[in-house]
C-alpha cells in the first residue's frame, strides 16, 4: 500500500555514525572561491574537491533520485509534462515545425497566438516571448533602465533578476524584503536627489524562498506618487494561484496596474520559455526579443487550456490542499513553515552543519529533496522549499512528515557524535530584514 510506512531502523548508537570533514559540514560555496588565491582556476579545483567531498558523505544540497523516493523537487506543480493533451501538442508541432522552424506554412503560427494569449489573460497591451525566464527578465530590465538611472530590487529576487539590473548598468538598491516601508523612504530620497532619473522598483508576486507575497497594490501607489515604473515578476505563480491561474497580481487587484510583468512558464506550464508583458507596444522594439520555438508555444498553449479549464481549476485546488496538509504536519512536528499556502513550501531547518545532516537522512528515508544554503539565504536560515504537485497524496503528505521528524531525530543525534552542538539552530526562525 502507497502509505505504509518504512519499517525504522533501529537508533544507531554514537559510534554507528561516520565522520564527516568539517569543510563538508560547515563550509560555504562563497568561503570555499575565496581562499582559491590569485589563480582563478585553482579556485575551481578548490571548489570541485570540496563538492566532491559534500558528494561522498551525503552532504550536496541534492542527490539523484531512487525508486520509491517521494520527489520533492520536480517543478511541474499541476503535472502537466505527461497530460495526453500537451502530449499530443507536442507531437504535432514537432511534425508540423520541426525543433527550431519557423511558423507554419498555412499562416499558423503559435509563437504570435502565445504572445496574444499572455497579454489578453493579465490584461495587458502586448506580450512579448523569449527562450526562458531569465532571458526576458534580462532583456525588460536593460530595455528600461540605463546608466542614471536606479534600480529598487527587493532582497530577495531571483538571480535573473538581479543579473539583469547589473547589465543595465543602472544604480542598484537593495530593499528589505518586503518592506514597503523601506521602498517609501528611498524612492522619496532618490527622487528629491535626481528629479529627471528612471526609477525601476522589481519585485515578485510570490518568492519560493518563503512562500510570501509583497503587497504589489502598495508598491504601485508609492510608485504613482514618486514617478517610478513598477515590474512584476510572476514565475512562482502564474496558472498555480488563484481560481483562475492568475496569481497573486489577480488577487491583490493589480491585473494589468504594475507597469511591466515578466514570467517564466517552466512551473506549470510544461515548457521552458518567458515573457515580458507591457502596457504598451513600444517596448518591443527595445527588448530585442529572440523570440520562442514555436515547439515551446504550441506546448505552453496546450498546457494554457488545462490551466484556465475545470480540470486546471481542480489541479490547482487539489494541490493547494496538499500544501495546508504539510504545512500543517510539519509545524505540529514542531518545525517553522514559512510564508502562505503555495506549491513551494518552505522548511526552515537552520545553519548548514545540521541542515546538511538533516537533508541527508531525509533522503535515506525516502524523500527527495534540494537543500537551499548559502547565498541563496541567510548562513543561519538554510530550508527545504519542497516542490509539491497535483498528484501528491494526503498519504505521502503524511510519509513527509514522517520522514522530517525522523530525520531530525537522527540529525541531532549524528551532530552530537560528531561533537556539535545540538543546539545549533534548527528550527529557529531567521532574522527579521533591518528597519528603514
Not at 55 to 81: K, S, W
Amino acid at each position: 500500500m502507497e502509505c505504509a510506512e518504512r519499517q525504522k531502523p533501529p537508533r544507531p548508537e554514537a559510534a554507528a555514525f561516520d565522520t564527516i570533514p568539517a569543510g563538508a559540514l560547515h563550509a560555504t560555496a562563497r568561503d570555499v572561491l575565496g581562499q582559491g588565491g590569485s589563480d582563478l582556476l585553482a579556485r575551481w579545483e578548490a571548489h570541485q574537491s570540496w563538492w566532491e567531498a559534500r558528494r561522498r558523505h551525503g552532504m550536496a544540497p541534492e542527490q539523484g533520485a531512487r525508486p520509491g523516493d517521494l520527489d520533492f523537487v520536480a517543478r511541474d506543480h499541476l503535472n502537466l509534462a505527461a497530460h495526453p493533451a500537451v502530449v499530443a501538442a507536442a507531437r504535432l508541432a514537432m511534425e508540423r515545425f520541426g525543433l527550431g522552424g519557423p511558423a507554419g506554412r498555412d499562416g499558423t503560427d503559435p509563437v504570435a497566438e502565445l504572445e496574444q494569449r499572455v497579454a489578453r489573460f493579465l490584461a495587458y497591451a502586448d506580450g512579448i516571448l523569449f527562450p526562458t525566464g531569465p532571458a526576458a527578465q534580462h532583456a525588460a530590465l536593460t530595455a528600461l533602465a540605463g546608466p542614471g538611472d536606479h534600480i529598487l530590487l527587493d532582497e530577495a529576487v531571483t538571480a535573473g533578476l538581479r543579473a539583469g539590473a547589473a547589465l543595465s548598468g543602472a544604480a542598484i538598491h537593495e530593499i528589505p524584503h518586503l518592506s514597503n516601508e523601506t521602498a517609501l523612504h528611498r524612492l522619496a530620497r532618490l527622487r528629491q536627489a535626481a528629479p529627471e532619473a528612471g526609477i525601476l522598483v522589481a519585485t515578485e508576486s510570490l518568492f519560493a524562498m518563503d512562500s510570501a507575497a509583497p503587497d504589489m497594490a502598495g508598491l504601485h501607489a508609492l510608485c504613482r506618487q514618486y514617478r517610478a515604473t513598477l515590474l512584476v515578476d510572476v514565475t512562482q505563480d502564474l496558472g498555480i494561484f488563484g481560481p483562475d491561474g492568475r496569481g497573486h497580481l489577480a488577487a491583490q487587484g493589480m491585473l494589468g496596474l504594475a507597469d511591466i510583468v515578466t514570467g517564466g512558464f517552466c512551473q506549470s506550464f510544461a515548457s521552458p520559455g518567458g515573457f515580458v508583458a507591457a502596457r504598451t507596444p513600444s517596448l518591443r522594439l527595445g527588448l530585442r526579443a529572440r523570440g520562442a520555438l514555436p515547439l515551446q508555444a504550441a506546448i505552453v498553449l496546450a498546457a494554457f487550456d488545462l490551466v484556465v479549464s475545470f480540470e486546471g481549476a481542480a489541479r490547482r485546488e487539489r494541490v493547494l490542499r496538499q500544501a495546508v496538509l504539510l504545512r500543517d504536519g510539519l509545524q505540529a512536528a514542531g518545525f517553522t513553515v514559512l510564508g502562505e499556502p503555495s506549491p513551494m513550501v518552505p522548511v526552515l531547518l537552520g545553519p548548514p552543519a545540521l541542515a546538511r545532516l538533516m537533508t541527508r537522512h531525509a533522503r535515506e528515508g525516502g524523500a527527495r529533496l534540494q537543500l537551499v544554503e548559502p547565498p541563496d539565504v541567510a548562513a543561519g536560515a538554510c530550508r527545504w522549499v519542497l516542490q509539491l504537485r497535483a498528484d501528491h497524496t494526503p498519504a505521502q503528505m503524511r510519509r513527509m512528515v514522517g520522514i522530517a521528524r525522523e530525520a531530525r531525530e537522527m540529525a541531532l543525534a549524528h551532530a552530537r557524535a560528531l561533537g556539535l552542538s545540538p543546539e545549533s539552530g534548527a528550527g529557529e526562525a531567521p532574522p527579521q530584514p533591518p528597519s528603514a
